[in-house]
């Protein structure tokens, strides 16, 4: 069993950055894979970004592509999404994933999931 915990979520102005962390329990971290997801008020959950357990292997969705980054700190059992030049319809709640394979979009193909931390992008 894999426990996942977000934190870094909060409320900032358009154009703001936030950086989430995902912090993971066990001794097996760096064979996760593992995804960013978020899901906005009346939508489906949607993928982000994921990283392969090396961090050689990086997917980015279109609408993130070029904004944010994501890194992994195996050493600390931590992934981390950097959001850079937030837009208002980046405002959902943030969702990490673990153990998908290499590139996994969808959200069914991860095994264990956080709690998820809110982000609000104020215009």
């Known amino acids: 069993q894999v426990q996942l915990v977000e934190s870094g979520g909060g409320l900032v102005q358009a154009g703001g950055s936030l950086r989430l962390s995902c912090t993971a329990s066990?001794?097996?971290?760096?064979?996760?894979?593992m995804g960013w997801f978020r899901q906005a008020p009346g939508k489906e959950r949607e993928f982000v970004a994921t990283i392969s357990g090396s961090g050689g292997s990086i997917v980015y969705a279109e609408a993130v592509k070029g904004r944010f980054t994501i890194s992994r700190g195996n050493a600390k059992n931590t992934v981390y999404l950097q959001m850079n030049s937030l837009k208002p319809e980046d405002t959902a709640v943030y969702y990490c994933?673990?153990?998908?394979?290499?590139?996994?979009?969808?959200?069914?193909?991860?095994?264990?999931w956080g709690q998820g931390t809110q982000v609000t992008v104020a215009s």
């Open positions: 066990g001794r097996t971290f760096s064979n996760y894979n």
């Open positions: 994933a673990a153990r998908g394979r290499i590139g996994a979009k969808g959200r069914h193909e991860y095994d264990y």
